[in-house]
Nanobody, 122 residues
Framework: EVQLVESRGGLVQAGGSLRLSCAASGLHFADYAVGWFRQAPGKEREGVSSLSNSDGTTWYADSVKGRFTISRDNAKNTVYLQMNSLKPEDTAIYYC???????????????WGQGTQVTVSS
């Protein structure tokens, strides 16, 4: 059974930083592209970032480009999202994902974490 366990999010002031982590089990983590999604109240879940399993290619949504950094540690089966210069509009539930892919310009995933709340106060 595939399990993705995310670290706790939290409340941070605008301009602050937060790092999310997500530990995977039940699959050979190094074989899969990974990513992060988020869902704000009243909005659809959207892809935030992805990282390939092969050549290190990354992708970021325009809204987070230059502020967020995705990384992975295959020895620990863990994916990270470093979030800097946070804005109130970054407030959302964040989901880690494994086995992600693009179709029609959108990011999709086969496996999801349980989600963690990130709240950015102004």
């Amino acid at each position: 059974e595939v399990q993705l366990v995310e670290s706790r999010g939290g409340l941070v002031q605008a301009g602050g930083s937060l790092r999310l982590s997500c530990a995977a089990s039940g699959l050979h983590f190094a074989d899969y592209a990974v990513g992060w999604f988020r869902q704000a109240p009243g909005k659809e879940r959207e892809g935030v970032s992805s990282l390939s399993n092969s050549d290190g290619t990354t992708w970021y949504a325009d809204s987070v480009k230059g502020r967020f950094t995705i990384s992975r540690d295959n020895a620990k089966n863990t994916v990270y999202l470093q979030m800097n210069s946070l804005k109130p509009e970054d407030t959302a539930i964040y989901y880690c994902a494994v086995d992600v892919w693009f179709r029609g310009g959108r990011l999709y995933s086969n496996y999801w974490g349980q989600g963690t709340q990130v709240t950015v106060s102004s």
